[in-house]
């Protein structure tokens, strides 16, 4: 087979597996990185039998790191514990090892076990550096294993078991993302850095999309970046994730939606860290209930039976809104009071009086002025008195809402920033 040759010899991709289980897959992928130029950086997972003869970071180092022996974890014969251990271990190592300069990018490939390890190794790096995982789960929900990060799943189709028809190209498909990731990566870095405007998180969703686009212009001509996450969990979780990390001098939480997700079992939540990030750190946040008037579904069969009788919206074939209750509202009211309440920095909130959503209004299909109001009520009552709210009486999409909530948090990040 004819060599392929890349311009850049010292780019370097860490491959991560259990070379006791998968070694005849792990060394394949490894000569197809090699045969593109690339150089390899062995991150060896293995337990129970014997692994590579000489890995970068080998199996003792990742269970040290994880807390236990690797002779420990052979004499358990616990695959329960031997597989958390792995997975603290490869976190904390794959973290060391980039931040040492030791590899661009990573790829692993796995089963059940292998992407729990492959994927926590990923999600201790930082976004932007290329990170492929070759999973038996990527067809599914991968929610837990990708999180807020940017992991690219890659469906082995078949089982990772041997060299063949179908995981030939699964993996040389995998090479070849991995290797141009990383090669598109070092090009990007090599480039002059952009103008670098102060940033700011903002939430959307399809609901609330003229009320960002607007917030969005007003932001921009006051001289910031705008970086908007849509809220379908996987989003809100990303936004958090870059707020603890300090990027962002002020966010625009105007479609806090994956709430009502996360309290009636919705798909789209972004779990209980949800609007959390921006208080605990005082990052300036302006807050709206945007799309808190509704619960996300896949297809209308997918709906909970003890859902079935409430009120319904086909968004389109496969997702379906419910509206949510003054009871649930009430709820929402105090799970965002409880996490506004302990802020450190700048916050204030926006009630749109004429409805959250663009279903929520005068003749739509989620209209409930009673449900709206419960909130509100509950929501004023529970917030700190400090913390402002300002009820304007206009849906959440008019350009007077999105304007106000633009110009406070303007005002709020000029008041923060230290003068020179």
Do not use: K
């Given at each position: 087979m004819t060599e392929l040759t890349h311009p850049d010899p010292t780019t370097v991709i860490a491959l991560l597996g259990a070379f006791d289980t998968k070694g005849v897959e792990l060394r394949y992928v490894r000569e197809l990185i090699e045969r593109r130029g690339f150089e390899v950086f062995v991150i060896d997972i293995s337990v129970v039998g014997d692994g590579e003869a000489s890995p970068a970071v080998g199996p003792a180092d990742i269970a040290r790191a994880g807390g236990r022996e690797l002779e420990e974890l052979v004499r358990l014969h616990d695959r329960g514990e031997a597989i958390a251990t792995m997975t603290r271990g490869a976190g904390l190592v794959a973290k060391a090892q980039w931040e040492a300069g030791r590899f661009d990018a990573i790829l692993s490939l796995g089963g059940g076990a292998g992407t729990v390890v492959g994927t926590a190794a990923m999600r201790a790096l930082p976004f932007g550096v290329p990170k492929v995982m070759v999973s038996t789960l990527a067809?599914?929900?991968?929610?837990?294993?990708?999180?807020?990060?940017?992991?690219?799943?890659?469906?082995?189709?078949?089982?990772?078991?041997?060299?063949?028809?179908?995981?030939?190209?699964?993996?040389?498909?995998?090479?070849?993302?991995?290797?141009?990731?990383?090669?598109?990566?070092?090009?990007?870095?090599?480039?002059?850095?952009?103008?670098?405007?102060?940033?700011?998180?903002?939430?959307?969703?399809?609901?609330?999309?003229?009320?960002?686009?607007?917030?969005?212009?007003?932001?921009?001509?006051?001289?910031?970046?705008?970086?908007?996450?849509?809220?379908?969990?996987?989003?809100?979780?990303?936004?958090?994730?870059?707020?603890?990390?300090?990027?962002?001098?002020?966010?625009?939480?105007?479609?806090?939606?994956?709430?009502?997700?996360?309290?009636?079992?919705?798909?789209?939540?972004?779990?209980?860290?949800?609007?959390?990030?921006?208080?605990?750190?005082?990052?300036?946040?302006?807050?709206?209930?945007?799309?808190?008037?509704?619960?996300?579904?896949?297809?209308?069969?997918?709906?909970?039976?003890?859902?079935?009788?409430?009120?319904?919206?086909?968004?389109?074939?496969?997702?379906?809104?419910?509206?949510t209750t003054a009871e649930e509202n009430r709820s929402l009211a105090a799970t965002v009071a409880s996490r506004l309440n302990p802020s450190t920095g700048p916050v204030a909130v926006f009630i749109p009086s004429d409805g959250f959503s663009e279903l929520d209004v005068v003749g739509g299909e989620f209209w409930s002025p009673s449900a709206d109001a419960a909130f509100l009520a509950d929501l004023t009552a529970a917030l700190r008195p400090d913390i402002p709210v300002t009820v304007l009486n206009v849906d959440v999409n008019s350009p007077v809402f999105a304007e106000a909530m633009a110009n406070e948090l303007i005002a709020m990040v000029v008041r923060a920033t230290p003068r020179s």
């Open positions: 067809g599914g929900d991968v929610a837990a294993y990708v999180g807020g990060s940017d992991i690219v799943m890659v469906p082995s189709v078949v089982d990772i078991a041997g060299i063949n028809r179908i995981t030939r190209g699964v993996f040389a498909g995998a090479v070849g993302a991995v290797c141009g990731m990383a090669e598109a990566r070092r090009q990007l870095l090599a480039e002059p850095a952009p103008e670098q405007r102060p940033l700011i998180a903002a939430t959307m969703f399809g609901n609330t999309t003229r009320a960002v686009d607007h917030a969005r212009g007003v932001l921009e001509g006051a001289g910031f970046e705008v970086l908007v996450f849509h809220a379908t969990g996987a989003g809100g979780s990303a936004m958090e994730n870059l707020i603890r990390a300090g990027q962002f001098e002020g966010v625009l939480d105007l479609t806090t939606t994956e709430l009502a997700d996360e309290l009636c079992g919705g798909v789209l939540s972004a779990g209980p860290e949800r609007l959390r990030a921006a208080a605990q750190t005082g990052t300036p946040q302006v807050v709206a209930p945007g799309c808190l008037d509704m619960v996300n579904f896949w297809a209308m069969e997918t709906v909970p039976e003890r859902y079935r009788e409430r009120t319904l919206y086909a968004w389109n074939p496969n997702v379906t809104l419910m509206r």
